[in-house]
């Protein structure tokens, strides 16, 4: 049991440790990535989905299993400053409701177009890369 919470831990760590590098600069958006954004496969992320795949991303950043994301967990997604906006309990981290919060209120920003469903050009908005950096 330990042994297999330790391969989960070690394998999330690995993939935010991939991942911290791109993120940090630019998140590639392509087909692949729209697979695992757009389960229904429609062709957009609507919020539902961007929220579900904002959960799996709290949970794999959240490689403590704390139900906390502090500044360091959130480095290249969110800001020292926009991790105090998040944080309406002041507690300098966010636990998974601010987490969501935020990705609602990243979603809204690249909706431009108001109709609920980002299509993989909008992604690729700077407010959409915004988004794909806590929900990736
Ligand atoms: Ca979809
Ligand atoms: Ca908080």
């Known amino acids: ?54 959960a799996e991303a709290f949970k794999k950043l959240d490689a403590d299993n704390s139900g906390k994301l502090d500044a360091k967990k959130l480095a290249g997604r969110v800001k020292a400053k926009e991790l105090k906006k998040a944080d309406p309990d002041h507690d300098g981290t966010l636990d998974q409701s601010e987490y969501e919060a935020l990705v609602e209120k990243r979603f809204i920003a690249a909706n431009r177009a108001h109709d609920g469903k980002l299509k993989m050009g909008q992604l690729k908005s700077h407010a959409g890369q915004r988004l794909v950096k806590l929900i990736d």
Do not use: F
């Open 1 to 54: 049991m330990i042994s297999r919470i330790l391969l989960s831990v070690s394998i999330a760590l690995g993939a935010s440790a991939l991942l911290a590098l791109p993120a940090a600069a630019k998140v590639k958006i392509d087909a692949a990535l729209m697979k695992v954004l757009d389960p229904d496969n429609d062709g957009t992320v609507d919020l539902a989905e961007a929220k579900a795949a904002g």
